[in-house]
T-cell receptor, first 113, second 115 residues
Framework: DQQVKQNSPSLSVQEGRISILNCDYT??????FLWYKKYPAEGPTFLIS?????DKNEDGRFTVFLNKSAKHLSLHIVPSQPGDSAVYFC????????????FGTGTKLQVIP | DAGVIQSPRHEVTEMGQEVTLRCKLI?????LFWYRQTMMRGLELLIY????????DSGMPEDRFSAKMPNASFSTLKIQPSEPRDSAVYFC?????????????FGPGTRLTVL
């Protein structure tokens, strides 16, 4: 049972345009969400996160939007750069002490120069 | 400061053989996670240690898998006997605290191929 779903395995975007990566979750108990970025032959690295008390969090070119009623979040990258080409993992968890972090299957983003 | 270190980076073995994957945590971190990445299931948590104690092993597939943390900075994941379906990339990650909202720092992974 995949509780965090990234339905688009891949995405191609022109340099300078907006990249939108989507993520859906099924567990209504999740209240904290994270995005990790992974380059080939490297481990994932933390990118940005959002708590369910917010509906938007911004960090430079990266913005995460959360729609709790739809159980949907999205990562916007504006403007996209070739160095953003990577696999992006969406993850969800419950806050407070230890709780398992559940990851999606990832979306491979290719930014075309 | 060195990040999480994993060895070997690649492992090719035959079905039935024992495989041992190794992980060195970032100094000062007290939480250790082992994950398995496959195309179909993404990143799956196998086991979580805090202060060398296994806290959550609900993701360990079966008795063929075992993990240990003999000291605060080192962990092993052993598969015995290995099967072709165990082929995947295995990551370990460490975190300074046990809160789920804390950033996890991943190693570069071990790509395991079981023939």
């Amino acid at each position: 049972d995949q509780q965090v779903k990234q339905n688009s395995p891949s995405l191609s975007v022109q340099e300078g345009r907006i990249s939108i990566l989507n993520c859906d979750y099924t567990n209504s108990m999740f209240d904290y969400f994270l995005w990790y970025k992974k380059y080939p032959a490297e481990g994932p690295t933390f990118l940005i996160s959002i708590s369910s008390i917010k509906d938007k969090n911004e960090d430079g070119r990266f913005t995460v939007f959360l729609n709790k009623s739809a159980k949907h979040l999205s990562l916007h990258i504006v403007p996209s750069q070739p160095g953003d080409s990577a696999v992006y993992f969406c993850a969800a968890t419950r806050s407070g002490g230890y709780q398992k972090v559940t990851f999606g299957t990832g979306t491979k983003l290719q930014v075309i120069p | 400061d060195a990040g999480v270190i994993q060895s070997p980076r690649h492992e090719v073995t035959e079905m039935g053989q024992e495989v041992t994957l190794r992980c060195k945590l970032i100094s000062g971190h007290n939480s250790l996670f082992w994950y398995r990445q496959t195309m179909m299931r993404g990143l799956e948590l196998l086991i979580y240690f805090n202060n060398n104690v296994p806290i959550d092993d609900s993701g360990m597939p079966e008795d063929r898998f075992s993990a240990k943390m003999p000291n605060a900075s080192f962990s092993t994941l052993k598969i015995q006997p290995s099967e072709p379906r165990d082929s995947a990339v295995y990551f370990c990650a460490s975190s300074p605290y046990e809160r789920s909202t804390d950033t996890q720092y991943f190693g570069p992974g071990t790509r395991l191929t079981v023939l």
